[in-house]
């Protein structure tokens, strides 16, 4: 019976650090950071970010981590497990939700980049001219089928790993895939950095120009931070319920954000020496990784092998977190409904493929159809990654910093009573972290 069953548990130290680190690095580190950065003047914007990470991040992760393991339960039931009667369980099921949401929306992205992956080895994306790149984007985004088939393409696969169970599913295929994408990684960034006229693409991401700063990168620096890290949403808390006693929180916590945050640094050095050294535009936003790089590709020797790995190492990148935003509503679904771990993929699994493909076709054929003036895509994009996410990470602080006692939280994370760290984090979780959660999503909604 299910119920009796143990449950599962990641295997190995080195396991769960990849596959937390999977879940963060994703479409975050390598299609979206870049062209943030790119729009918000390089640099200056990359320190800003770093001090997001360390001041609101690591400590919202460590507390994710820390409730997950502390009740050994998925997102909703692990609050109702450490608060029995109080209403902080709210936020594991607006988790849930935003699980939903997101992963509709992120099947679809990642099903383009299978089939630029695809056209990039087929030979047909480097053959076209490169002022065709906005229109061929803008066109595959926009035909009712041939997006939808790739996002069902990568939604079997996502449901295919997250049915193998923790261990043998999410943290083995993690365990393959995520040094995989580094090396590939590796070698974008080394063919990026040593083309003729890198120069001016490296120090536009090491030589600071703040004046290039304005009051909406620091919001969209620290709403990143968020979404990157895989932080509000009970992802961290669920990945945390697998775990052992013995586990270092603080520690995994520490590596799997300057994983997070070195993969996006390394997508930076993939992608701007190379824009740079062909005269493209740094500025390029979201079309940076779908209308800019190809353009880039092609005038590399090699191109076709180059863009090849380079958006084959995107699909990976988005498969690893995908399967950690799935694992969301399946741990509850199978906690609350005794649900095998079977039907609760397949279930979910299917309805948010359903649902993505709404948000395939808000892009064509429906997109006559908005809700609040966006269409649909874009509206569970701002509903979940601006409003749920940033709100889930303010009660997660709260919880911690000030639901449980100073001394439970200390002994939960495995800090000792006096450690300063300890205190610095309590700290950040009780003061910093919230107001800066609240500035950003008060700035979402259009109220500053
Ligand atoms: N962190 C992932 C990325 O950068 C996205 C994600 C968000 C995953 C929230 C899980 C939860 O692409």
């Given at each position: 019976m299910e119920e009796t069953k143990k449950r599962d548990q990641f295997g190995s130290r080195i396991g769960f650090i990849l596959a937390a680190a999977g879940s963060a690095i994703g479409l975050g580190n390598i299609w979206k950071f870049p062209?943030?950065?790119?729009?918000?003047?390089?640099?200056?914007?990359?320190?800003?970010?770093?001090?997001?990470?360390?001041?609101?991040?690591?400590?919202?992760?460590?507390?994710?981590?820390?409730?997950?393991?502390?009740?050994?339960?998925?997102?909703?039931?692990?609050?109702?497990?450490?608060?029995?009667?109080?209403?902080?369980?709210?936020?594991?099921?607006?988790?849930?939700?935003?699980?939903?949401?997101?992963?509709?929306?992120?099947?679809?992205?990642?099903?383009?980049?299978?089939?630029?992956?695809?056209?990039?080895?087929?030979?047909?994306?480097?053959?076209?001219?490169?002022?065709?790149?906005?229109?061929?984007?803008?066109?595959?985004?926009?035909?009712?089928?041939?997006?939808?088939?790739?996002?069902?393409?990568?939604?079997?696969?996502?449901?295919?790993?997250?049915?193998?169970?923790?261990?043998?599913?999410?943290?083995?295929?993690?365990?393959?895939?995520?040094?995989?994408?580094?090396?590939?990684?590796?070698?974008?960034?080394?063919?990026?950095?040593?083309?003729?006229?890198?120069?001016?693409?490296?120090?536009?991401?090491?030589?600071?120009?703040?004046s290039a700063l304005t009051a909406t990168s620091f919001l969209v620096a620290l709403g990143h931070a968020f979404f990157s890290l895989s932080l509000g949403m009970g992802t961290m808390i669920t990945y945390g319920s697998y775990l052992s006693k013995k586990e270092n929180l603080p520690m995994a916590a520490v590596n799997v954000s300057i994983a997070d945050t070195a993969i996006a640094l390394l997508a930076g050095f993939a992608i701007f020496p190379a824009v740079f050294a062909f005269g493209m535009e740094a500025g390029g936003g979201p079309g940076l990784l779908f209308m800019t790089l190809p353009a880039v590709f092609q005038q590399l020797p090699l191109g076709t092998f180059f863009a090849t790995i380079f958006f084959a190492l995107v699909v990976i990148a988005a498969l690893t977190s995908a399967i950690s935003i799935l694992e969301v509503p399946v741990a509850f679904f199978t906690e609350k409904f005794k649900w095998s771990r079977a039907k609760a993929t397949w279930f979910l699994g299917i309805v948010i493929t359903l649902v993505g493909m709404v948000a395939s076709l808000s892009y064509g054929p429906w997109g006559g159809f908005t809700i609040g003036g966006k269409v649909f895509f874009d509206q569970l994009d701002f509903v979940a990654s601006y409003i749920l996410l940033p709100l889930g990470g303010f009660f997660i602080a709260l919880f911690v910093a000030w639901g449980m006692k100073r001394k439970e939280a200390f002994e939960a994370a495995g800090y000792e009573e006096k450690s300063s760290f300890g205190s610095f984090w309590i700290f950040t979780l009780k003061f910093i972290a919230p107001i800066l959660i609240i500035i950003v999503f008060l700035n979402s909604i259009g109220i500053i």
């Open positions: 062209y943030i950065t790119g729009e918000n003047g390089g640099s200056a914007f990359i320190i800003v970010y770093l001090i997001a990470i360390a001041l609101v991040g690591f400590p919202v992760m460590l507390s994710e981590f820390l409730i997950g393991r502390k009740a050994q339960k998925d997102a909703v039931n692990s609050f109702k497990t450490l608060a029995p009667g109080k209403p902080w369980y709210f936020t594991g099921y607006m988790g849930v939700v935003a699980a939903f949401m997101i992963l509709s929306f992120y099947g679809v992205v990642a099903g383009w980049t299978i089939t630029y992956t695809w056209e990039a080895v087929s030979g047909s994306l480097l053959s076209m001219d490169a002022s065709q790149y906005p229109d061929h984007f803008v066109e595959l985004i926009s035909s009712p089928l041939k997006p939808i088939l790739y996002q069902i393409l990568f939604m079997v696969l996502t449901i295919a790993i997250v049915l193998g169970g923790v261990k043998k599913g999410i943290e083995k295929w993690s365990k393959i895939l995520m040094p995989l994408l580094l090396v590939l990684l590796l070698i974008v960034v080394a063919r990026s950095v040593t083309l003729e006229g890198a120069s001016a693409g490296i120090e536009f991401l090491l030589k600071p120009d703040f």
